[in-house]
Nanobody, 127 residues
């Protein structure tokens, strides 16, 4: 299984980026997908998640209204559209895949519930 994240970079505060995560080696349409981020010296935090069908989405409070997660099962890809970026959004962003038989933040939020992880892509937001 491979999850290849891309789209990170340097952006000014208030700007936008779109992250992509291309999956291979798994039946993508069966997996819930999540985005997490880790800032230097901090734990890996939940950002957003989407169910296998795309019918349910979940967001951390810190990104609600600014970030949008989506997926294209025909392309085996999940996206994270990030708008109105802030310096505190600076982190390495990771995509992850898991098989979920539950719903809600308690299900999609914990990193331990994801079986596969991508390598991460760095997002830097300058003030």
């Amino acid at each position: 299984v491979q999850l290849q994240a891309s789209g990170g970079g340097l952006v000014q505060a208030g700007g936008s980026l779109r992250l992509s995560c291309a999956a291979s080696g798994l039946t993508f349409s069966r997996y819930g997908m999540g985005w997490f981020r880790q800032a230097p010296g901090k734990e890996r935090d939940f950002v957003a998640a989407i169910s296998w069908s795309g019918g349910s989405t979940y967001y951390a409070d810190s990104v609600k209204g600014r970030f949008t997660i989506s997926r294209d099962n025909a392309k085996n890809t999940v996206y994270l559209q990030m708008n109105s970026l802030k310096p505190e959004d600076t982190a390495v962003y990771y995509c992850a895949a898991g098989l979920f038989y539950c719903s809600g933040y308690g299900c999609y939020g914990p990193p331990s519930n994801y079986a596969y992880w991508g390598q991460g892509t760095l997002v830097t937001v300058s003030s």
